[in-house]
T-cell receptor
Framework: EPEVTQTPSHQVTQMGQEVILRCVPI?????FYWYRQILGQKVEFLVS????????KSEIFDDQFSVERPDGSNFTLKIRSTKLEDSAMYFC??????????FGPGTRLTVL | GNSVTQMEGPVTLSEEAFLTINCTYT??????LFWYVQYPGEGLQLLLK?????DKGSNKGFEATYRKETTSFHLEKGSVQVSDSAVYFC????????????FGTGTRLQVTL
């Protein structure tokens, strides 16, 4: 069964460093999403991406964040200068037609 | 804005007990409603969904009914198993769109023998 994959599973970085979180969505899907979950808090929407552009973003998704689909398979989230409060589990999701969203296993980001 | 409120966990039950996890929502219009489950070390998986009032979503023995009058979508299962131990998330999405999911905080269920 096709699934969304994410790498790495755990990323540790120093405050102020750039990180890139990678996702491989399901191959025929057209809609892509990033969510995050700070420990003990809600899963929060960050950004959605369709037709090679951002279709929606939350107030969390400020200038420090960017997304890219550099080739036909990867979907990346970049955080330019990480802060302590960026420590969270980051989930990628994809959807074929904007209906059911399929989630990856997440990347745990720890900012020291 | 839209929001989802879930009962706090953890919920600890013995095997074969009846499960209810409460979920209420605030939204304009008629959102679609979802329950997602997260097993240890895995991503979020769609458990069931309902797209209009009075719809009942069901899967793997779990059920939830979309109640517009009480703005609720409570998750139930008649007899839980140890393998049901996981975190359960209630979520909503604006109807008919490819837009974001809005999640509740999640409820951890622990089922013991």
């Amino acid at each position: 069964e096709p699934e969304v994959t994410q790498t790495p599973s755990h990323q540790v970085t120093q405050m102020g460093q750039e990180v890139i979180l990678r996702c491989v969505p399901i191959s025929n899907h057209l809609y892509f999403y990033w969510y995050r979950q700070i420990l003990g808090q809600k899963v929060e929407f960050l950004v959605s991406f369709y037709n090679n552009e951002i279709s929606e973003k939350s107030e969390i998704f400020d200038d420090q964040f960017s997304v890219e689909r550099p080739d036909g398979s990867n979907f990346t989230l970049k955080i330019r200068s990480t802060k302590l409060e960026d420590s969270a589990m980051y989930f990628c999701a994809s959807s074929e037609r904007g209906n059911e969203q399929f989630f990856g296993p997440g990347t745990r980001l720890t900012v020291l | 804005g839209n929001s989802v409120t879930q009962m706090e966990g953890p919920v600890t039950l013995s095997e074969e007990a009846f499960l209810t996890i409460n979920c209420t929502y605030t939204a304009t219009g008629y959102p679609s409603l979802f329950w997602y489950v997260q097993y240890p070390g895995e991503g979020l998986q769609l458990l069931l969904k309902a797209t209009k009032a009075d719809d009942k979503g069901s899967n793997k023995g779990f059920e939830a009914t979309y109640r517009k009058e009480t703005t609720s979508f409570h998750l139930e299962k008649g007899s839980v198993q140890v393998s049901d131990s996981a975190v359960y998330f209630c979520a909503l999405r604006k109807a008919g769109t490819a837009s974001k999911l809005t999640f509740g905080t999640g409820t951890r269920l622990q089922v013991t023998l």
